[in-house]
């Protein structure tokens, strides 16, 4: 048990030691109201911006716009905060502790220049978890690409960012070969799209399926490379998972929810089975859509399989063929159905702890795999008292309800469960609105939405509570 969080929303020091620009560095901050938006200029020295998941012009080249607030620049600093932080993941008796590695740090371009200064900041974050006895758990890629690769390769659209990406995986496989055995290749596979993470400036499925086929091919080769590196790693695939129900016994809703569920499943099949399922190809075929495959490829997803299922577990939805507008809630730039038996965040996410034990159930019963909960959290707007104290029941509330299921799923239906880290165990910049209103830390940090606070650390109510939570095993809830 521990917290997770990710490099380009909680380290900052965007262009600090030789860091070189992601595109996680050119998305502006918003709220629930407004959308994020891509900043860039185009071949003709136009300076343009484009809600995030919009297509960019071609040859347009990430841009950062001065004066404009991006939030990921500083984020909440890590960067310059981490022997604070780690200390306070001890106190409160993590385990285990998941973060990412920028690659646009280690290398700067994303290419096979090497930035030492930058592989210095992680050997000084991962001895001193070692230090405390946390075990780090490693994400290869959480939504960041280096700048370069999107303005020279278009990306993922090009195969030979395979290769880069394979690089950049064995130097950390093989300087962390002895301390770092949890790894996980991209964070939330099923949901990347656009240039924002994948680096293409088009967004139709041609494109973005051949894109994803790269992707796919990239960790298989990570795994093979990373299992020759050392055999007891344990390399994991990430997906985002938000079970759905059918609305009720109508069988449109059934079928619509069983394909609602298979754009997950696909990913877990490619990555855990090794091969497309049938149902996918025959959606390439029906769409028009043929990806290029090298004769290898086939072979490399057989043989580059993950270890175990890493997955975020914030919420459930519902598939209602017949859905009026009236039923619909908008949950972080998603549609989605309401369901009249569950609570919603104030970011309309529908509160489901009996849905995970049913998730941890409905993905082990089909892979039987190892799985770990990399993400799970409540993001909620804290008040913070004048005297400085943050009383947020409600977080605990939600972690007691969820920590039962995940209990139930292991002891009643026998799960693999091998690990549970909350997302944002410290306030971190949110990934979906670009706010620092939407909070998920047991451990408070001063800074809000335009970038204003110092920084400072603070414990939660909830930080007591979890620190009870992780020395009980999770039977003290
Ligand atoms: P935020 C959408 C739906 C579910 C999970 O999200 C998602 C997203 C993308 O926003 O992303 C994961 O910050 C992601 C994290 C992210 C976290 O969930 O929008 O892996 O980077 O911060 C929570 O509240």
Known sequence: ???????????????????????????????????????????????????????????????????????????????????????????????????????????????????????????????????????????????????????????WSSREVIDFYTFFCKILFKRYKGKVKYWMTFNEINILRSWSQLGIHSNDPQTLFQAKHHVFVASAKAVQIGKKINPDFQIGMMVCYILNYPRDCKPANILESLQFNREMEFYMDVQVKGYYPSYKLKAFDREGIVIKKEPEDDELLKIGTVDYIGFSYYMSSVSDVDAKESDIVIGNQMKVTKNPYLEISDWGWAIDPTGLRVALSKIYDRYQAPLFIVENGLGAYDKVKEDGAIYDDYRIQ????????????????????????????????????????????????????????????????????????????????
């Not at 070189?20 to 900043?39: E, F, N, W």
């Not at 603070?458 to 007591?464: G, T």
Request: proline share 4%.
């Open 398 to 477: 939600y972690f007691k309800k969820h920590i039962k299921e995940m209990h139930d799923a292991i002891i009643l239906d026998g799960v693999d469960l091998i690990g549970y880290t909350p997302w944002g165990c410290i306030d971190l910049v949110s990934a979906g609105t670009g706010e620092m209103d939407k909070r998920y830390g047991f451990i408070h940090v001063d800074l809000d939405n335009d970038g204003n606070g110092d920084m400072s650390r603070s414990r939660k109510k909830s930080f007591d509570w979890y620190k009870q939570v992780i020395e009980s095993n999770g039977t003290k809830l």
């Open 1 to 155: 048990m521990g917290g997770a969080t990710a490099a380009n929303q909680y380290e900052g020091g965007y262009l600090s030691g030789g860091k070189g620009l992601s595109l996680a560095d050119v998305i502006t901050s918003g709220d629930q109201k407004t959308p994020r938006k891509v900043t860039f200029k185009t071949p003709d020295g136009k300076i343009g911006s484009r809600e995030r998941n919009e297509p960019l012009p071609e040859g347009a080249k990430a841009y950062v716009i001065p004066d404009q607030y991006y939030p990921s620049h500083v984020a909440t600093d890590f960067y310059h905060h981490w022997e604070e932080d780690i200390a306070l993941f001890a106190e409160m008796g993590f385990n285990s502790f998941r973060f990412s590695i920028n690659w646009a740090r280690v290398c700067p371009k994303g290419t096979k220049e090497l930035n030492e200064e930058g592989l210095i900041f992680y050997d000084k974050v991962i001895d001193e978890l070692l230090k405390y006895n946390i075990e780090p758990v490693v994400t290869l890629n959480h939504f960041d690409m280096p700048t370069y690769l999107a303005d020279e390769y278009d990306g």
